[in-house]
């Protein structure tokens, strides 16, 4: 038996490829299907079953693709209901594969049909459970994302998930690993471990969702205080893994198309598209094709694109470092962004070869801002970084204008204004200070540093009772 965790960190995401004498389960994969393909070929291996925990929403799920290639069955828990064909299975009900069995254990509560998957090794002793979103290391999956699509109530929701944990999770031996469909940094949960996996007993110690002595009542009060609002593009991710939607493949032949500048900028004036510039911020600031926005490889790329661009409709031109233009694509549509056209060949140089206009973004470092801040205090300061980060130490006077809500949030804000944008490192600042360009914001100072160097320089700062957003 083989069970391998396959991690994405832009997505904070573990999909598993589990193998028994030559049987292989798929549980929650991402959308190109090449990768678990190959697995199984290189092992002399045949994908048999993709499980899928629940109704993602914060990518979408490779099942149709994979399914197509492989033939192998899509199982789905109780339930679910999709627009292409699938097997629902029942709760208890089990699967073989090679010399091991798979047993659904339906867990509702951060949606209706999440599924937990029981892994009962050669001898049919417990040995892993694959949560999805009902349990994660160190939190729970959030109950808020279903309510429109159910009719239910957060707290109704909060509760099937105490539910679940108790009647069907806790009871399990301690000795049994707990693989998430996430870990820190995933917009699913609200206090995730950057730990990967961990075994059922720590988490009963560890987590405080799994406390014995927590009633009812208290479960749901926790799980519900503090969520901030989900990103936009989860309702419109969540309805593609129900209904369906192109082909990696014909995503990647319409996106992976290399422009000359001019067919760019024709592409560009025909169709409206967004131009995406996702070079490193460093390289960005210092010259990028007018209007563009920046969201950079290097980050938390897919979920800011998901977060900050409305509609996954939008269609899109790349301007990437070189050899960076399939994974962009790919990267787009992990969460539904499927109309990208194509990118700029040469990339930024060859737009500079051909002597078109260029924008820049003036960034300070440390020193430069400290001389500006000590000869006037009362400097307007935008910090872009979350509400809990900026709860819990945020320089003297800065105002909280997280980059999450952006689009929100911008009438809060005056053009004549002179604003100086800092985040935690320099990446989510450029982003702001590039969408805000768009909108006519042009008076921006970025601060492009580590905002731990502000506080190590001395620069006064604020901590206060730190927020569980």
Not at 157 to 166: E, K
Not at 304 to 328: N, Q, R
Not at 441 to 461: C, E, S, W
Request: include cysteine; hydrophobic fraction near 40%.
């Amino acid at each position: 038996m083989r069970i391998e965790q396959i991690y994405t960190g832009c997505l904070a995401q573990g999909a598993y490829f589990i193998e028994s004498n030559g049987e292989v389960a798929i549980i929650d994969p991402l959308r190109n299907p090449e990768p678990y393909i190959k697995k199984a070929e290189s092992s002399n291996a045949q994908i048999k079953y993709i499980f899928e925990t629940h109704f993602h929403a914060d990518f979408v799920s490779g099942h149709l693709d994979l399914s197509k290639k492989t033939g192998a069955a899509i199982v789905f828990g109780p339930g679910a209901k999709t627009e292409f064909e699938k097997y629902e299975a029942k709760d208890g009900e089990t699967f073989s594969l090679g010399n091991i069995t798979i047993k659904v254990l339906h867990t509702p509560g951060h949606t209706p049909e999440s599924t937990t998957y029981l892994l009962l090794d050669e001898n049919g002793k417990e040995k892993a459970i694959f949560t999805g979103d009902t349990l994660f290391i160190g939190d729970v999956g959030r109950p808020d994302l279903a309510q429109k699509a159910t009719g239910l109530t957060q707290e109704d929701l909060a509760g099937w998930l105490f539910d679940s944990l108790r009647s069907k999770i806790m009871t399990l031996p301690d000795d049994v690993i707990v693989y998430p469909a996430h870990g820190a940094g995933s917009a699913c949960g609200k206090n995730m471990s950057k730990e990967t996996f961990d075994t059922l007993g720590n988490q009963k110690k560890m987590n405080y969702a799994l406390r014995a002595d927590m009633t009812r009542d208290e479960f749901i009060k926790e799980l519900t205080d503090g969520l901030l609002p989900p990103p936009r593009y989860f309702a419109q991710n969540a309805m593609m893994n129900k209904k369906g939607y192109d082909s990696f493949y014909e995503v990647m032949d319409r996106g992976a198309v290399a422009l000359d500048v001019d067919a760019f900028i024709a592409k560009a004036d025909s169709t409206g598209a967004l131009i995406l510039d996702v070079r490193h911020q460093v390289d960005f600031v210092k010259g990028f094709i007018p209007n563009s926005i920046f969201i950079g490889l290097n980050g938390g790329f897919a979920p800011w694109v998901g977060a900050l661009i409305p509609d996954l409709s939008t269609p899109i031109l790349l301007v990437c470092p070189e050899g960076k233009e399939e994974e962009a694509v790919t990267r787009l549509a992990r969460v539904g962004f499927d109309h990208t056209l194509g990118y700029l060949k040469g990339g930024i140089e060859s737009w500079v070869a051909a002597g078109k206009d260029m924008d820049t973004v003036h960034s300070i470092d440390v020193p430069t801002f400290q001389g500006i801040f000590n000869e006037n205090p009362d400097v307007p300061v935008l910090d872009v970084r979350k509400p809990g980060e900026h709860d819990s130490q945020h320089i003297v006077n800065a105002q909280n204008f997280p980059l999450d809500f952006i689009n929100d949030n911008m009438s809060e804000i005056n053009k004549e204004t002179a604003y100086y944008i800092h985040c935690a490192g320099g990446y989510r600042s450029t982003i702001a200070a590039s969408i805000l360009k768009t909108r006519g914001y042009h008076n921006l100072i970025n601060v492009q540093v580590r905002f731990k160097d502000m506080v190590t320089a001395g620069f006064p700062t604020v901590e206060m009772a730190c927020s569980k957003s």
